[in-house]
């Protein structure tokens, strides 16, 4: 079935520095990939999303990159402050499926100051 | 975006007993959406709410666990029944807006089954 795997699990960096997390998934025909930041104790909140047709976006200090050829999509946030830490998760949606995600396994983001 | 009110935000249920979760939405919408995120892990989907239909469940969820209802575009509910120690998660409703396209989601009720 569809598939997305998300590295690194655990992400440790000095404030100010850069984050990278990336995630691949199965289905050429996906169009569809969201980024979510999940803090303790609350629902996961997008943070940005990009489609197929674009291959980069980015909104202050996280932007996401898109490579369609080797299926794969990443999540980079500049600047890094404390604020920052949480979970991240990338979703994709599928061809043929009604809207729904099929998400990454997460990313544990821990900004050192 | 939209807001997403969920109840309970968090309980304590006691085994072999049932539980039902509402979600209530700010707005219309057409398509919402039932997670689980047990806890550590990532979200998996349990079902899509269809206003005036059954929810259409994936594969590993049955309706006699997860009874879903829809009686309009801005409201639903999630009972968990007959609840384990194992059914303890948060339960995640979603909504998508922008003609479908961008998936949101409610605060999460934390469920732990003693």
């Known amino acids: 079935g569809e598939n997305v795997e998300q590295h690194p699990s655990t992400l440790s960096v000095q404030e100010g520095d850069s984050a990278v997390i990336k995630c691949t998934y199965s289905?050429?025909?996906?169009?569809?990939f969201p980024w979510y930041k999940q803090e303790l104790g609350k629902g996961p909140q997008l943070i940005i999303d990009?489609?197929?047709?674009?291959g980069e976006k980015k909104d202050q200090r996280i932007a996401v990159t898109l490579n369609k050829t080797a299926k794969h999509f990443s999540l980079h946030i500049t600047e890094t402050q404390p604020e920052d830490s949480a979970v991240y998760f990338c979703?994709?949606?599928?061809?043929?499926?009604?809207?729904?995600?099929?998400f990454g396994s997460g990313t544990q983001l821990t900004v050192l100051p | 975006s939209a807001v997403i009110s969920q109840k309970p935000s968090r309980d304590i249920c006691q085994r072999g007993t049932s539980l039902t979760i509402q979600c209530q939405v700010d707005s219309q919408v057409t398509m919402m959406f039932w997670y689980r995120q047990q806890p550590g892990q990532s979200l998996t989907l349990i079902a899509t709410a269809n206003q005036g239909s059954e929810a259409t469940y994936e594969s590993g969820f049955v309706i006699d666990k997860f009874p879903i209802s829809r009686p309009n575009l801005t409201f639903s509910t999630l009972t968990v029944s007959n609840m384990s120690p194992e059914d303890s998660s948060i339960y995640l409703c979603?909504?998508?807006?922008?003609?479908?396209?961008?998936?949101?989601f409610g605060e999460g009720s934390w469920l732990t089954v003693v």
């Open positions: 289905d050429s025909a996906s169009n569809y």
């Open positions: 990009i489609r197929s047709n674009v």
């Open positions: 979703a994709a949606r599928f061809s043929g499926s009604a809207r729904q995600l099929t």
């Open positions: 979603s909504v998508a807006l922008d003609q479908g396209n961008t998936i949101y």
